[in-house]
């Protein structure tokens, strides 16, 4: 169909800052696709809280569903709810 548009994957969405990759928050990947935790930011509780979940670096991760920016994601094959504030700060 000449009127539609394309679909657009977050994989679009890298960014090249200085000819080197930026990293993403898993908030804004679309649902159903596959991504690999490049990061984890906050205070040492949270990191440690969700590296205990799963969410740790290079970790495959599946976002399942996506509403308001509360996700709920898929990770070593438990599927976790993480609200905005939480999922913004695992970094892909």
Request: glycine share 8%.
């Amino acid at each position: 169909d000449p009127h539609s548009f394309p679909t657009r994957r977050s994989s679009d969405l890298v960014l090249y800052y200085g000819g080197r990759c930026s990293m993403i928050p898993i908030t804004l990947v679309n649902e159903g696709e596959f991504v690999t935790v490049k990061k984890i930011t906050g205070s040492d509780a949270i990191r440690q809280h969700l590296a205990e979940l799963g969410f740790v670096v290079d970790a495959e991760v599946k976002v399942v569903s996506a509403f308001n920016g509360n996700v709920i994601l898929q990770v070593h094959g438990a599927k976790i709810a993480l609200n905005e504030s939480m999922a913004r700060r695992i970094m892909v």
